[in-house]
């Protein structure tokens, strides 16, 4: 199929005087690192922003400048939006990229961005308003027409509100928290007798999770698979779709592999989930990256789950299917300028898959794994690409979520691309600590997914037919944080230096400045 837009291409035809000269990314890790790539193509001065617990980390070494922000905790450092500002000031970076998780999804923090002059890559605080919250979202795909799962659209008030729309939806249903994501709060309810308990448990995971502890109940769908389909908007009255990802193969929730395109989307459906995924966006007056989540029932019948006004962990896989750069655009976006193509110009080609690499142990109920990495050989090759955020010496934080990197393969065929990311995870060497790795090898020498008979159930089976089902839920989830927590305070500490000053100009040559050499010394000590 004709193929538009190269990576290649996206960076020849930027901007070569850009007006964005300096961008803060307010992250760590892989995506860190994504963001900072991006902007130094684009010919932009990074700033870098870090815990104490992160001063060595890749991110800071790499960025032209770091600032501290606090104590490992991120209710000390990223999530503080006031220092995240105050470094911008300091720095002069005229845009904040918050990547994903942390402030991403932050319509106050967007909008205390705005007040302050700083450009917020990511989408107007009041589309992320309208969209962010679940239940909000219900309302507005209720006001476009686009099909939903049957339930509630508001936050339920009291248990019995929750008995009545369960039973005029019917059993099994599934409880929500109206803030969330990644899983948190979320209840699967089969029968009357598990609703009390269920509710009850849901609201609090949510307050704790996300400060509200607002639920709402939609019907269950059985067997589902989860399909999601990328959008860009431009601030010209452009949006377009660029197609979807297959994200059904999850564990508590949470997406492991996703692949693009969907063995089961055709044409026909592609191109009505992707209006439908485009009319919601321009129902919110949203501009740029954003993803609408759907899921997909045994008859192919699909219903609205929720919209992500971020961009995803998964975008590699569109990108390498679309051959865009995501970030490029969401920088260009928020430059002001157009997007150059139109829906029509857009053509997929070729299979792409990923797999989110975890410090943690299947094989022992998905057990934290925080430590020092003592080898590490990353694979390379035809169709490999490998987003990451570590390096041989670095010390794994317990502190924040444990993905190491993103491993993507892409291929013309599903099948090739298999074959190659499955050669991939076998040159993948990670020493002194735990990794999914094996598991990663156990899904794609799977029958049923080789075949694509997938739904959101698909890896619990997979798990249990394997032995491998061990993790009992919440209460040994929290003990095996704490013995790893308990673990990891036995370590030598990882330092907690200060920043230094910088003498780093804007136009992206970086001096080596004296929290760098700090931070390279504390890396090669490591």
């Not at 989408?123 to 795909?141: H, I």
């Not at 564990?251 to 063995?263: D, N």
């Not at 080609?349 to 022992?364: K, M, Q, S, T, V």
Request: net charge neutral.
């Amino acid at each position: 199929m004709r193929r538009l837009f190269h990576l290649k291409s996206c960076v020849a035809v930027s901007n070569p005087q850009p007006a964005i000269r300096k961008i803060l990314i307010a992250n760590r890790g892989e995506i860190a690192l994504r963001i900072l790539r991006a902007c130094r193509e684009l010919g932009i001065a990074t700033v870098a922003v870090y815990s104490d617990v992160d001063r060595a980390a890749l991110h800071v070494l790499e960025a032209d400048e770091a600032y501290r922000l606090g104590p490992a905790p991120a209710t000390e450092s990223y999530l503080r939006g006031d220092l995240i500002l105050d470094v911008a000031r300091k720095s002069g970076a005229q845009a904040i990229h918050p990547g994903y998780g942390f402030l991403s999804e932050n319509a106050s923090f967007a909008e205390a961005c705005e007040n302050a002059g700083i450009k917020f890559i990511g989408p107007p605080a009041n589309a992320m308003r309208a969209l962010g919250s679940k239940t909000r979202a219900r309302q507005a795909a209720d006001a476009t027409g686009m099909p939903r799962t049957p339930g509630s659209v508001k936050g339920l008030p009291s248990l019995d509100e929750a008995y009545a729309v369960a039973e005029e939806i019917g059993y099994p249903v599934m409880l929500k928290a109206a803030a969330g994501g990644g899983g948190k709060g979320m209840r699967a309810v089969l029968s009357k007798n598990e609703l009390r308990d269920a509710f009850s448990s849901a609201s609090s995971e949510a307050e704790r999770s996300f400060g509200s502890g607002e639920v709402y109940l939609e019907k269950l769908i059985e067997r589902p698979r989860h399909i999601e389909i990328q959008v860009l908007a431009d601030e010209h009255g452009n949006c377009v779709s660029l197609g979807e990802r297959e994200c059904s193969v999850q564990r508590r929730h949470q997406k492991v592999i996703e692949e693009a395109p969907s063995a089961i989307v055709d044409e026909d459906l592609r191109r009505r989930m992707g209006e439908a995924a485009v009319q919601l966006a321009k129902s919110a007056g949203y501009t740029n990256a954003g993803t609408v989540e759907f899921l997909v029932d045994e008859a192919r019948n699909f219903y609205f789950l929720e919209m992500n006004t971020r961009l995803q962990v998964e975008h590699p896989v569109t990108e390498l299917v679309t051959g865009l750069d995501l970030v490029h655009l969401q920088i260009r976006i928020v430059q002001g300028e157009p997007l150059p193509f139109k829906q029509e110009e857009i053509r997929l080609r070729g299979h792409a898959i990923e797999c989110r690499l975890y410090a943690e142990d299947p094989e022992n109920g998905f057990f934290p794994s925080p430590g020092k990495i003592t080898r590490l050989l990353q694979p390379g090759g035809p169709g490999i690409r490998e987003d990451s955020g570590i390096y041989e010496g670095w010390v794994v934080p317990l502190d924040y979520d444990p993905m190491l990197s993103k491993l993507i393969a892409y291929a013309p065929t599903r099948e090739a691309c298999i074959a190659r990311l499955l050669r991939a995870l076998d040159e993948y060497v990670i020493g002194g600590i735990r990794s999914n790795l094996g598991l990663f090898r156990r899904i794609l020498n799977d029958a049923d997914f080789q075949a694509a008979r997938i739904d959101t159930g698909y890896l619990d089976r997979l798990l249990l037919a394997n032995g491998m089902h061990r993790e009992a839920g919440t209460d040994s989830h929290h003990a095996a944080l704490i013995a790893a927590a308990v673990f990891e305070s036995m370590r030598p500490a990882n330092g907690n230096g200060t920043n230094g000053s910088r003498t780093n100009s804007d136009n992206g040559k970086a001096d080596v400045s004296g929290w760098k050499s700090a931070a390279r010394r504390e890396g090669l000590r490591a």
